[in-house]
Structures are given as C-alpha cells and as structure tokens.
C-alpha cells in the first residue's frame, strides 16, 4: 500500500485521523439519514401476479384499504344473546357467527398508508372495542391490517436496540481478545462512526436511485459494518503488535502492518463488495436495495479500517497495549508454541485424517437439509405472540383458516363474468365483492386449506388457472404474494447464487494468482453454507419451534456466508504465502496458522456473536440469518479454516498455488 508510510506518518497521522471522523459526524448530523415510507409492494417481485393486483387495487375510486378482522370470543361456553346485542352495536359491518356458537366476527376496512399509519389506527380499533366489549367476551383485531400493524411495531425503537445490543457484544469481545482495558476503545469508536456514517451514505444513495428500504436493511446493513470493520481492525492489530516486537520505530511498525494487511483487507472489502452487489439483479425491489447498501457499507468499514484506523492507533504509544506491551525485541508470535501451533503440527503430521474427518463432520450437518421446509406464513413472521397472531389463531378453530387472509381478486371484468369463474374452483370456501368502481372490481376469496399450505398455493394457482382468458385480472393477497415470492426467490437463487461464487472465485483467482488454490476455497465455504444449513435446520425445529425457514434467507445466507467465509480463508492463505516465500509451501502454511489463528479465530467468533444479535428484533427471518450465519462462521473458523484448509495445502504443497510458482 503505497499511502502507508504517509497515512502512518508522524506528521501527517494526525490529519487522517481526525480529518474522516470529523467529515463523518459532521455527514451524520447535518444531513442525516434520507426519509422514506415503505410500501408493501416493495417487498413483491415485478411484474408478479399479485404485485399487478396491487397496482389494479390503486385504480378502484376510493382510498385504498386493509381488512381487519374483529374477533369476538365468549370467555366460557357460547355467546349469550345480550353479549350478541352489544357486539351488534358495536360492530360496523355485517357479522359472521362461527357454527359452534363460541364467536363472531366481522371485518372493518382501514384506510390505507403505510405500517406507522396503519398501526396508529388498528391501535385505535383496539382501545376502542375493549372499552365496549361486553362482560365474559374478549375481542381482538387480526385480518392482514391487523398483521401489518404489528410487524410494524418490530421495528420500533429497534435501531437503537440493534446498535447497543451490537457495540456491548463487540465491546466485550474486543476487551477478552486485546486483554487490555484501554485498546478495545479505539477501534469501537472508530468503527461505530463508519457504523452511523454507512447507514447514511447508505440511506442517501439508496434515495438518489429510487429504491426503498426498511428497518431490515438498515439492521443488516449495521451488522455488516460492525462485523466486516471489527474484522478488519482486528486483522489489523495483530499484526503491528507483532511488528512492534521486530520494529522500534511504532510508525514504521504501523507502516510495515498496513502494508502487509492490505492486500488481504481491500481482497476481502472487494469480493464482498462485488459479492453483495449481484443483488442488484433480483426481482424484488427491496432485495436490490440491501445488495446497495451493504455494498456502500463494506467500502465505507474498509476504508476506516485501512484509514482511519491506522493512523488513530500509532498516535498513541506502546503503552495502548497495557498491560500487554509489546517490546522492541520480544519473541514473534509466528515463533510461539501457541494452541494453534499445536493445531499446525496435528494437521502435519495427519493431514488425511483431518481432510477426511472434517468433510465427514460436514456431510453430517448437512444432511439436517433432507427435512428442511422453505416459506413462511405472515402471521409466522414474529417471535413475539401479539394480538393478530393469537386472535387469528383464536379464528381458525372456529372458522375456515382462510378467512384470516383471504385471497383478492382483482379484475376489470364484470361480476357476472368473474364470480362462477371463482367459485366453481375446488377449495375456495366463498368469494364476495369487497369494492368495486372505475371498471374496477375486488373479490375477497376464502380458502378452505390452512394458510401457507401446500393445498392453499395450488388453490391459488387454479385460481389464476380459472380466471386466465379475462383481461386485466390478477389474483393477490397474502397467499398469492407467499407463492409469488417463492418464485422469485427461486429465481434469484439460480440467476444469483452461481455469479456469486463467479465474483467471489475471480477475486480469490486476482489475488492470489493461481487456480487451485481459490477453487478449493471456494469449495470449502460452500460446503460450510450447506452444512451451516442443515444444522440450522435442526436448531429451528428443535428449540425455537420454527416450521419452516423465510424463503429469501438461503440466498441472503449464502451470500455473507462465502464472502465472509472466504475472507477468513483469504487472511490464512496471504499470510501462508508470505511466509511460503521463506520456509516453502507446507512449512508456510503451517506458520501462518499459527500467526493468524488466534486472530482469525476472534474475528470469527466476534462476526457469528454480531450477526446473532439479529436476533434481539422480533422477526423470524432476521433471527434464522443470525443463526444460520453464526453457525456457519464458527464452523468455518474453527474446523475449516483450522483443519481443512491447512490439511489440503499440506497434502497439494507447491501444487495448492498451481499454475503459480512459490
């Protein structure tokens, strides 16, 4: 890195290190993050069937709606008629008694907006009935409206909870890992200031091209930052303590670690970079998005911790390291009996065994896929219980399950022409006009198969199957959008998947210069995302109860977990290069895993500990990412890059760098 010496300088440190943090606060304060308001339609894949409902509905006269479905449940026995008097003049609009006589319903439309808006009126709704429910009645509001409102409320106060609950994690990490009271804040600061400023340029840029965002993207977006950047300044450290040990001068230790960091910290910045970028040709708006902004935020933690970082920690003195602190002659930690080094001769000495029983562990792991089901109901989407979960719960043991989310179909063809066409399908239950005007028609259809069934989508199917020669007409709602997007997540995952492993192969093939070398990491992270999978898997169903996994998290999985995982690999596999030049192929790899295990190993644990802390937002697919990626990043620092890797490259020798020369 040609900046090193001037970035690391004693006159010039100080100017890159002050210079960028105060530009970012100064970004973060003035112009802050870009306003935006979020549209269920974001979250649909193009030119879909239901999107194309969505956009129908816009054309009916009046103001767009959600249904909300108002539940009234006798507490004992069955609704008496007093209680059924009140609930009539309470109630708005045509009620529905349940056969065994214990509830009724009826369905009230909320006037269209956004989740804030729609949630401030269902929360309304609610106070309102509870106050006039009558005595030994209870009542609760689910329906899609009533689901919405709650899925809103996720993110409530989440960012903050997102960002403590994330800086506490690597806090604690980084004071176990340096053993220091003092050095651990340096980075933490410095790295939380790229946090808050690639959430803004992030915002910003999404704005300026027309996409939307959510509190998902900006909480994926921040744990990237965290993770990547914290990586990165651990990577970092590591090696100007150990450079401090053989340098007496703390700038030119600082110079001479930069320079040998870089190479694998701007590696690692651009495969993710292009890796997260091939989001961008999904279907799905919002997919596009995350694919932009975690591209602006790996540049964003990069260029801090190539930056900023080196250039704040050789201000200060050796003693930042205290109690620890390296002296100018001290033993090298590549010359270290350390665990790791320990590791290195286990793996020398058995290199056949290690390779064998590591993939076996894999294959084992994997296997947890054949049970694996894919698509989640929208009333599954929360880890929390709240009140929409419970009353919808509460009407399908009284009703037909499809009445919670009735299927919409939404066309410019008469009543006269749509309705025989709709009700004469196999598994619809009823079918009644909801709005109708401009040449514009709805019908709420109610399906007899439970929600998120396999029977539920192929009713929906024969549905569209029914009503394909009328023009202008699509088929949407919850049910239909489920199937829509299992479409486009199957889509994305075949057009997507293999150009990640193209990017992610090309930039290891760059780097290193050789083929065999990247093409065995490549094939070893993919087997760690598999195996991560269907460990996952078991986890889900064993003790979280899960029934199935959200069908865009294997895409979104795979995609941080090879350009994260291969980061990791391409740390090991530079330094095993460098050291290759001196003590040869196998001997160089085996010092660098003792140099750079302990660190990795950190790094590794820190990453899978941030990316878990997704898990303090109550959405199920945002804690199934956090899982599957923390255990796919502890397996792959601590069994493939500690014992596969080193054990292929001990057996191959000058052939793992082919058709380069060591």
């Given at each position: 890195?040609?900046?090193?010496?001037?970035?690391?300088?004693?006159r010039?440190?100080?100017?890159?290190?002050?210079?960028?943090?105060?530009?970012?606060?100064a970004?973060?304060?003035?112009?802050?993050?870009?306003?935006?308001?979020?549209?269920?339609?974001?979250?649909?894949?193009?030119?879909?069937?239901?999107?194309?409902?969505?956009?129908?509905?816009d054309?009916?006269?009046?103001?767009?709606?959600e249904?909300?479905?108002?539940?009234w449940?006798?507490?004992?026995?069955?609704?008496?008629?007093?209680?059924?008097?009140e609930?009539?003049?309470?109630?708005?609009?045509?009620l529905i008694?349940?056969?065994?006589?214990?509830?009724?319903?009826?369905?009230?439309?909320?006037?269209?907006?956004?989740?804030d808006?729609?949630?401030?009126?269902?929360d309304?709704?609610?106070?309102?009935?509870?106050?006039?429910?009558?005595?030994g009645?209870?009542?609760?509001?689910?329906?899609?409206?009533?689901?919405?409102?709650?899925?809103?409320?996720v993110?409530d106060?989440?960012?903050?909870?997102?960002?403590?609950a994330?800086?506490?994690?690597?806090?604690?990490?980084?004071?176990?890992t340096?053993?220091?009271?003092?050095?651990?804040?340096?980075?933490?600061?410095?790295?939380?200031?790229?946090?808050?400023?690639?959430?803004?340029?992030?915002?910003?840029?999404?704005d300026?091209?027309?996409?939307?965002?959510?509190?998902?993207?900006?909480?994926?977006?921040?744990?990237?930052?965290?993770?990547?950047?914290?990586?990165?300044?651990?990577?970092?450290?590591?090696?100007?303590?150990?450079?401090?040990?053989s340098?007496?001068?703390?700038?030119?230790?600082?110079a001479?670690?930069?320079?040998?960091?870089?190479?694998?910290v701007?590696?690692?910045?651009?495969?993710?970079?292009?890796?997260?970028?091939?989001?961008?040709?999904?279907?799905?708006?919002?997919?596009?998005?995350?694919?932009?902004a975690?591209?602006?935020?790996?540049?964003?933690?990069a260029t801090?911790?190539?930056?900023?970082?080196?250039?704040?920690?050789?201000?200060?003195?050796r003693w930042?390291?205290?109690?620890?602190?390296?002296?100018?002659?001290?033993q090298?930690?590549?010359?270290?009996?350390?665990?790791?080094?320990?590791?290195?001769?286990?793996?020398?000495?058995?290199?056949?065994?290690?390779?064998?029983?590591?993939?076996?562990?894999?294959?084992?792991?994997?296997?947890?896929?054949?049970?694996?089901?894919?698509?989640?109901?929208?009333?599954?989407?929360?880890?929390?219980?709240?009140?929409?979960?419970?009353?919808?719960?509460?009407?399908a043991?009284s009703?037909p399950a499809?009445?919670?989310?009735?299927?919409?179909?939404?066309?410019?063809?008469?009543?006269?022409?749509?309705?025989?066409?709709?009700?004469?399908?196999?598994?619809?239950?009823?079918?009644?006009?909801?709005?109708?005007?401009?040449?514009?028609?709805?019908?709420?259809?109610?399906?007899?198969?439970?929600?998120?069934?396999?029977?539920?989508?192929?009713?929906?199917?024969?549905?569209?199957?029914?009503v394909?020669?009328?023009?202008?007409?699509y088929?949407?709602?919850?049910?239909a959008?489920?199937?829509?997007?299992?479409?486009?997540?199957?889509?994305?995952?075949?057009?997507?998947?293999?150009?990640?492993?193209?990017?992610?192969l090309?930039?290891l093939?760059?780097?290193?210069?050789?083929?065999?070398?990247?093409?065995?990491l490549?094939?070893s992270?993919?087997?760690?995302?598999?195996?991560?999978?269907?460990?996952?898997?078991?986890?889900?169903?064993?003790?979280?109860?899960?029934e199935?996994?959200?069908?865009?998290?294997?895409?979104?999985?795979?995609?941080?977990?090879?350009?994260?995982?291969?980061?990791y690999?391409?740390f090991?596999?530079?330094?095993?290069r460098?050291?290759?030049?001196?003590?040869?192929?196998?001997?160089?790899?085996?010092?660098?895993?003792?140099?750079?295990?302990?660190?990795?190993?950190?790094?590794?644990?820190?990453?899978?500990?941030?990316?878990?802390v997704?898990?303090?937002?109550?959405?199920?697919?945002?804690?199934?990412?956090?899982?599957?990626?923390?255990v796919?990043?502890?397996?792959?620092?601590?069994?493939?890059?500690?014992?596969?890797?080193?054990a292929?490259?001990?057996?191959?020798?000058?052939?793992?760098?082919?058709?380069?020369?060591?």
């Amino acid at each position: 890195m040609a900046l090193a010496p001037i970035i690391t300088g004693r006159r010039t440190a100080w100017l890159f290190a002050l210079l960028p943090i105060l530009l970012a606060v100064a970004l973060i304060g003035g112009v802050g993050e870009a306003e935006h308001a979020t549209d269920s339609r974001d979250n649909l894949p193009e030119n879909a069937d239901s999107t194309s409902a969505a956009y129908l509905l816009d054309e009916l006269p009046d103001e767009a709606t959600e249904a909300a479905i108002v539940l009234w449940t006798a507490d004992f026995g069955k609704l008496s008629e007093t209680a059924l008097g009140e609930i009539e003049d309470q109630a708005e609009g045509e009620l529905i008694p349940s056969k065994d006589g214990t509830a009724v319903f009826t369905v009230i439309p909320i006037e269209g907006g956004n989740a804030d808006d729609i949630g401030e009126k269902v929360d309304a709704l609610r106070e309102d009935l509870r106050a006039d429910a009558p005595d030994g009645v209870s009542v609760g509001v689910t329906g899609p409206a009533g689901i919405r409102a709650d899925l809103g409320k996720v993110f409530d106060g989440a960012d903050m909870r997102l960002l403590l609950a994330t800086m506490l994690i690597v806090a604690v990490l980084l004071v176990i890992t340096y053993r220091s009271p003092i050095l651990w804040v340096i980075p933490l600061v410095v790295v939380g200031v790229a946090d808050r400023f690639a959430v803004v340029a992030a915002t910003q840029t999404l704005d300026a091209v027309g996409l939307p965002w959510d509190g998902t993207t900006t909480g994926v977006l921040s744990v990237l930052v965290f993770g990547a950047g914290t990586d990165y300044a651990l990577l970092l450290i590591s090696r100007y303590r150990d450079e401090l040990r053989s340098t007496e001068s703390r700038h030119a230790a600082m110079a001479h670690a930069l320079r040998r960091t870089s190479e694998a910290v701007i590696g690692s910045a651009l495969t993710v970079f292009l890796a997260v970028l091939a989001l961008v040709l999904s279907v799905v708006p919002s997919t596009r998005a995350l694919g932009v902004a975690c591209a602006v935020g790996i540049v964003v933690a990069a260029t801090f911790a190539l930056v900023v970082l080196p250039a704040t920690l050789v201000l200060f003195g050796r003693w930042v390291f205290w109690p620890k602190v390296p002296h100018h002659g001290d033993q090298a930690a590549v010359d270290s009996d350390s665990f790791f080094h320990k590791v290195g001769q286990l793996v020398s000495r058995r290199p056949r065994a290690v390779l064998v029983s590591t993939i076996l562990l894999l294959a084992v792991l994997a296997s947890g896929l054949a049970g694996a089901r894919f698509g989640l109901d929208e009333a599954d989407q929360l880890l929390d219980r709240p009140e929409a979960v419970t009353a919808g719960e509460r009407l399908a043991e009284s009703y037909p399950a499809g009445n919670l989310e009735p299927t919409q179909v939404v066309t410019k063809a008469s009543e006269d022409e749509i309705m025989p066409l709709v009700s004469g399908v196999g598994g619809v239950e009823s079918a009644r006009v909801t709005a109708s005007g401009a040449g514009v028609t709805q019908l709420d259809v109610v399906l007899t198969a439970e929600p998120g069934s396999e029977e539920a989508r192929s009713t929906v199917e024969d549905i569209r199957d029914a009503v394909a020669d009328l023009p202008s007409t699509y088929v949407g709602g919850t049910e239909a959008e489920s199937l829509d997007a299992r479409t486009a997540a199957a889509r994305d995952m075949l057009l997507i998947l293999p150009i990640i492993l193209g990017m992610v192969l090309l930039g290891l093939v760059i780097i290193l210069r050789s083929l065999l070398g990247p093409v065995l990491l490549v094939l070893s992270v993919v087997g760690t995302y598999v195996a991560a999978l269907g460990a996952s898997w078991w986890i889900f169903t064993g003790v979280f109860g899960f029934e199935a996994i959200d069908v865009k998290i294997p895409l979104f999985a795979f995609l941080f977990l090879v350009a994260l995982g291969v980061d990791y690999n391409l740390f090991l596999v530079t330094r095993a290069r460098e050291e290759a030049e001196a003590h040869g192929s196998r001997e160089g790899m085996l010092r660098a895993l003792t140099v750079t295990g302990g660190v990795i190993t950190s790094a590794g644990i820190l990453l899978a500990a941030v990316f878990a802390v997704l898990g303090v937002l109550p959405l199920v697919a945002l804690a199934q990412l956090g899982t599957i990626i923390c255990v796919g990043v502890l397996l792959d620092t601590l069994v493939v890059r500690t014992m596969l890797v080193p054990a292929m490259a001990v057996l191959l020798g000058d052939r793992f760098w082919w058709p380069r020369r060591v």
